[in-house]
């Protein structure tokens, strides 16, 4: 005699708000529409209890390049601010544990009297790379990402 077994599949709740897709423990929300200063996208980030886009590891790097379609820039939320002793650090203060812009400094140096805080975008297939903040002509799309509690 032959025995089945039916299984129900039954959707598994989310741990992400709808419109959010979830990778490696987080939750993030492509919000492509439309291109934002880098202010303005940390801002829209920030209104969904989120923040702008923090890249861990070479595999989240490939999901979100997958994801962002023909998108040129997506704002990374890391900066440079320019002093003694500049180097890359998140909004939560701490170094990133990945970084594919490796020591770039800008054209910053510790002689000018120039200080200017530096921004990363992910441009999708060429790369992480360093722009002035608050250019006025270059604007990126905002990629959010939080934790899946929150």
Not at 59 to 72: L, V
Not at 74 to 85: D, E, P, R, T
Not at 91 to 119: A, I, Q
Request: with cysteine; hydrophobic share 35%.
């Amino acid at each position: 005699m032959l025995c089945c077994n039916v299984c129900f599949l039954s959707k598994l709740p989310d741990n992400c708000p709808d419109d959010w897709k979830e990778f490696e423990g987080f939750c993030y929300r492509f919000n492509l529409d439309r291109k934002r200063s880098f202010t303005e996208a940390r801002a829209v980030c920030r209104e969904m209890k989120a923040e702008l886009l923090m890249v861990n590891s070479k595999e989240e790097n490939g999901f979100i390049e997958g994801q962002i379609g023909n998108q040129d820039f997506v704002w990374l939320g890391m900066i440079l601010h320019s002093g003694l002793n500049p180097s890359w650090k998140l909004f939560n203060g701490k170094e990133p544990t990945f970084n594919l812009l490796g020591n770039y400094m800008g054209r910053y140096s510790s002689h000018s009297s120039r200080r200017v805080d530096y921004c990363a975008l992910l441009m999708r297939k060429r790369g992480w790379y360093p722009v002035e903040c608050e250019r006025s002509y270059l604007e990126g799309v905002a990629v959010c990402k939080r934790p899946f509690s929150e």
